[in-house]
Nanobody, 128 residues
Framework: VQLQASGGGLVQAGGSLRVSCAAS????????VAWFRQTPGQEREFVAG??????????DSVKGRFTISRDNAKNTKNTVYLQMNSLKPEDTAVYYC????????????????????WGQGTLVTVSS
């Protein structure tokens, strides 16, 4: 199982960015998926998650600005996105996607140890 996170970059405050998580070795649409972020010296922080059934959950700090979604198109259904709008300098971090074969049909966990598979991370930098 491999998760590949991509799409990070440098953006000005107030701007938008979309990061992607592509999976191989498992059908991502069958599992809950989450995005976490981490800054140096800090623990990995839950950002957003989408359950197997499509229910979404967001950290309070990103609610109303970030949107997690699945790509249900036939050729790219193994991809989950995190659309980030109205970005703030405090959103600067390495963003990781994660999943687990445990299913999570209703709601995804918000703690990092609950996840078995992680992408390599993609850096998002928001300048003020």
């Amino acid at each position: 199982v491999q998760l590949q996170a991509s799409g990070g970059g440098l953006v000005q405050a107030g701007g938008s960015l979309r990061v992607s998580c592509a999976a191989s070795g498992l059908t991502l649409s069958n599992y809950g998926v989450a995005w976490f972020r981490q800054t140096p010296g800090q623990e990995r922080e839950f950002v957003a998650g989408i359950s197997r059934s499509g229910s979404t959950l967001y950290a309070d700090s990103v609610k109303g600005r970030f949107t997690i979604s699945r790509d249900n198109a036939k050729n790219t259904k193994n991809t989950v996105y995190l659309q980030m709008n109205s970005l703030k300098p405090e959103d600067t971090a390495v963003y990781y996607c994660a999943t687990s074969p445990r299913g999570w049909s209703i709601v995804v966990p918000t703690t990092a140890p609950a996840y078995d598979y992680w992408g390599q991370g993609t850096l998002v930098t928001v300048s003020s």
